[in-house]
């Protein structure tokens, strides 16, 4: 392990390992140390959907801006390793059965396509001009998203209820293999001369307000003036050995994973997404039992929209990622996390819903796998990108549930900040010290929170 280095970076999930290629691998900076207690991509980076999306709506285009940038370079990063990762372009598609549903998706894609998604194309009376996505491959697809009408939109998408009214499909978006891009972005930036040390950061040498070195678990020092926070759930424990408080929190994410074995959803699907709240499908013996049962009552509620699946290729082929963020209480981080006991029926019989051959898997979710991991996010859910208050500490944080995809931007964006390069124009607002502008804390108090999370 070097005693010496230009930047130390704190963490080797997706975001530690995109900064680490960054540095190294596209600016040239030699002396570049990764730090993390496990393997890298280990925490949370491999646990989530893995999915990207240029669908951001929101205030202002600010966070479509710095995503489409990270779509940019993703798309390079997948040229250059003949797409070693599978980054696909099969898109998110919201579908809803209301008609007012119908108006807020219109409304909501007017809004994210003037921020720059691009066209939304209404197949109102033109269904011919809508272009299904390939099931493999990126290049040469149509931007911007395509909003399809009952009968248009279940042709488009088979196995779709009977009574859904419309279906957006948003094109720029998709799905990768994030621990095949981890993989290749950190054989790349170890091929440019960084190290990799599995070690645990224990603390900063901290002299004259700027930082001096590194200490580890194991009792060894790393000499260094910058250090670069990229720890995931666990930044605000690493910021505190700085003595700094960061504005973020957790929430607890969980997710299903499930095998078809019948094969009652298409594997050709893209990124479905059931708009709409739900009322879960119960039989009447479930009911009664949980009327009677005060922690299970709660399972007799409407609950919110947002289940979503895609498939993904498992050791058997068939399997599918189920997902619904119906909990977003804030939660200390604790490892390993403990996910709700119904969670896997409750995700099966909520997609049931939008896609009512789901029903087949009732009772049976118990045989699939739940696991997750923990958003570390701000109030208005955008990232932390650049230097702390202590002079030679920089943060990449609070990438909340868009690490995969949004990493790459922040990495590009830090190793700007950190090789004294020229800034987008954006990048203040991604600025830690953004929250001593007295105007922008009283614009997020009007935002509201969660903006962007689906």
Known sequence: MPDVADVVICGAGIAGTALAYHLASRRAVRRVVLVDEREPLTLTSDKGTQAYRNWWPGPDATMLRYMTRSIDLLEEMAEESGNVFRLNRRGY???????????????????????????????????????????EGYAGQPNGADLLRGAAARRAFP????????????????????????????????GAGATFARDRVAGFQVDGGRVRGVRLASGATIATARVAIAAGPGLPD???????????????????????RVGVVSRAIPFLIWNDPVDLPWSDAERERFLHNEDDRRLLATFPGGV?????????????????????????????????????????????????AMSAYAGTAHEGVVDGGYYCKTRENRPLVGPLAV???????????????????????????LTGGQLPDYARWFLPSRYEDEGYRAE???????????
Do not use: C
């Open 159 to 190: 196995g779709l209820a009977g009574d859904v009214r419309a279906a957006l499909h948003v094109r720029r978006a998709g799905w990768l293999n994030a621990v095949a891009l981890g993989a290749w972005m950190l054989k790349r930036a170890l």
């Open 238 to 260: 690493v910021a505190r050995m700085l003595d700094l408080e960061l504005p973020v929190f957790h929430e607890l994410h969980a997710k299903l994973t499930i095998r078809d």
């Open 308 to 356: 979503h699946v895609r498939p993904v290729d498992g050791p058997y082929g068939d399997e599918l990622y189920v997902i619904w963020t119906y909990d977003v209480a804030e939660r200390p981080f604790v490892w390993p996390p403990r996910f709700d006991p119904h969670y896997g029926e409750i995700a099966v019989r909520g997609l049931a819903r939008m896609l009512p």
């Open 391 to 417: 002079e030679g500490a920089y943060v990449l944080g609070a990438l909340s549930g868009f690490g995969v995809m949004g990493s790459h931007a922040g990495a590009d964006l830090l190793a700007t900040h």
């Open 444 to 454: 997020i108090q009007r935002w509201g929170s969660n903006l962007g999370q689906l």
């Open 93 to 135: 598609v919201f579908v809803t059965a209301d008609e007012e549903g119908v108006e807020r998706l219109r409304a909501t894609a007017r809004d994210v396509s003037a921020f720059g998604m691009g066209e939304l194309r209404d197949h109102a009376s033109a269904v011919s001009t809508y272009v299904p996505a390939p099931l």
